[in-house]
């Protein structure tokens, strides 16, 4: 059989036939295509090592509109050591209601949300950035502080939902910010969501 006999028939396959083998195969070609080819080229494109994730907790997440958020809401929903009005938190630390309302993601998001993220090279008070620490996930909060340290810039950081920040969000090294979120996707990352809570509940 000739070499264009072999590729009609392997397209044939692949690409019409309509079986649980040639399924099988489209499903890894796109596994394969999307981890090795398109995630790496829109990586790159982008500037970052992770050009897409998951919201995986609701520590972005508004209760109300941003009226409600910066003038009544508190944070946490009683569930923290203390309650806050957000905008009061937020004025204590000199970001002013109307330097907040020019942040990107004003309304916050929420847990099942995908996050499409660049370069967090120009990172500054108000964007969004995804960075790593010792827990078992990226961490996806609000810039509310930046200094500088030698030619590296140091982040703070805190979820808009929460009332204070954690000691994983002070002094986050440049090193360990992966990206800064610029576009977001509702719901999608819900399937990652219930892929992982499957297979870890498989895994018990």
């Known amino acids: 059989m000739g070499v264009k006999a072999v590729v009609k028939k392997v397209w044939h396959f692949v690409w019409e036939e309509d079986s649980l083998a040639s399924w099988l195969v ?3 070609l796109a596994f394969v295509i999307i981890k090795f080819l398109l995630y790496p080229g829109l990586g790159f494109a982008l500037g970052t090592q992770a050009p897409i994730v998951a919201v995986v907790s609701g520590s972005m997440e508004h209760d109300l509109n941003f009226e409600g958020f910066w003038t009544q809401g508190t944070c946490c929903n009683g569930a923290c050591s203390h309650e806050e009005v ?3 938190y937020y004025e204590n630390i000199n970001i002013s209601r109307e330097l907040f309302t020019s942040f990107r993601f004003l309304n916050g998001f929420n847990k099942g949300d995908i996050m499409v993220l660049y370069s967090s090279k120009e990172a500054k008070v108000g964007d969004v950035i995804v960075y790593v620490t010792n827990r078992p996930d990226p961490i996806i909060h609000r810039v509310i502080r930046v ?8 982040f703070w950081t805190k979820g808009d939902h929460n009332c204070d920040v954690g000691e994983f969000e002070k002094g986050i090294q440049e090193d360990h910010v992966i990206g800064k979120a610029v576009w977001r996707v509702p ?3 819900w399937v990652k969501i219930v892929a992982v809570g499957f297979l870890q509940a498989l895994g018990r």
């Open 187 to 189: 719901f999608l990352g």
């Open 86 to 88: 957000q905008g009061k």
């Open 147 to 154: 200094s500088d340290e030698g030619e590296k810039k140091v």
């Open 26 to 28: 489209n499903v890894v």
